[in-house]
């Protein structure tokens, strides 16, 4: 077998409502997502998202076609190790994402060619993972009080806070959220707001509040006052998500004893290769791998995948609003009344992309 073509297929994401996490990602309107199509000789076809709401496929879409399509062409797409090796020389000009995207289409390719699920080839764990709320940033306490009452008691299995990142405030949204919904797992991700002074009020309260895990509260490469924010609090922390990088960039955090938790996600870490390694990592010193949220449908279909195949990750997350989150697919994934999300079982991913939406949205095909 061998690959015969590489497209991406640009179209647009429409009437996506206001949305904010933190100070570093606030959007709004329109996007473009890619649908990335990998080709074959004997007609088997691997398939991928590339984007976001707040990150046009756009962005990254010319570096995959110019500095990756052409590593691939020619080549055994069931080799994917060989190609992932080759793909991430190429990090520079085209960006992880990028290869993230090439990753899971060269596992769905791969699925689909000898007709098995993702998870089944990864080595299945479970079928069945606890689903979480994770908020957008909204108006005030109350309301966050409100929405994470409404989740547990839809049955889904914990909330997480993504605060207005002003300390006072946040602390408060805090102790609103732990009395409305009592005994209940609720999470606080501060998305890199705080120097470590900030940092250490909050986790103290977050700690005294009996938070789940406290992420992201320090800059994104802060290891040294990671370091020290981890010596003083009990409450795990929860970091790595960030920066956008490959599987050496867990080494420093784990060295230095910075971090309780790792994290990450198939577009930000170079695909479902890069996850399954770093969870493996994370399994040998007894820590738990957190997937993020995929930034798409198709990579929160892709990261299900391999939170089914791992015993060491807790949560699938669902990013909130639903409007800013999904796109693309005939079906999306949806939380059941037991607060569970169910891997797909077809070949590959599994999932049912809408082409005739696709089709209908169609920017530009970049070949």
Known sequence: MKITDVTLTLFAWDDIPPTQYGQHSKFAGSSALGLLRI???????????????????????QGLITHLKPMLMGRNPLHREALVVDLWKRQRPAGVRAIGA????????????????IHRLLGTYREAVPA????????????????????????????KIH??????????????????????????DSTWAYDYPTALRVGRV????????????????????????????????LATEYPIAGLDSYQ?????????????????????????KAAHLAEAFRMNYEVHHGGNSLNNIANL????????????????????????????????????????????????IDFKLIERKKVAVLA
């Open 252 to 276: 420093p955090w784990i060295m230095m004893q910075a971090t309780d938790f790792l994290r990450g996600d198939v577009a930000v870490k170079g695909g479902i290769t890069t996850l399954v």
């Open 305 to 352: 995948h391999v939170i089914a195949s791992l015993k060491n990750t807790e949560f699938f997350e669902v990013l909130l609003p639903d409007g800013a989150q999904k796109y693309g697919l005939e079906e999306d994934i949806v939380v059941g009344p037991d607060g569970m999300v169910h891997v797909p079982n077809g070949p590959g991913l599994g999932a049912a």
């Open 39 to 61: 080709a074959t000789d004997e007609g088997v076809e691997g398939h991928a998202f590339l984007g976001s709401a707040s990150n046009s496929a756009a962005v990254d879409g």
């Open 163 to 188: 605060p207005p990142t002003r300390w006072r405030e946040d602390v408060e949204v805090c102790r609103a959220v732990r009395r409305a919904v009592g005994n209940f797992t609720i999470m606080l």
């Open 132 to 159: 979480y709320a994770s908020s957008a940033v909204l108006a005030s306490p109350g309301a966050y009080a409100d929405e994470a009452t409404r989740f547990k008691e839809s049955g889904w299995a914990a909330y």
């Open 102 to 117: 090439v990753d899971v289409a060269l596992w769905d390719l791969l699925g689909k060619a000898v007709g098995q699920p």
């Open 206 to 237: 977050a700690e005294e509040l009996a938070f789940h895990w406290y992420e992201d509260p320090l800059a994104d490469q802060d290891v040294y006052n990671y370091v020290k924010l981890k010596q003083h609090l009990s409450i795990p922390i």
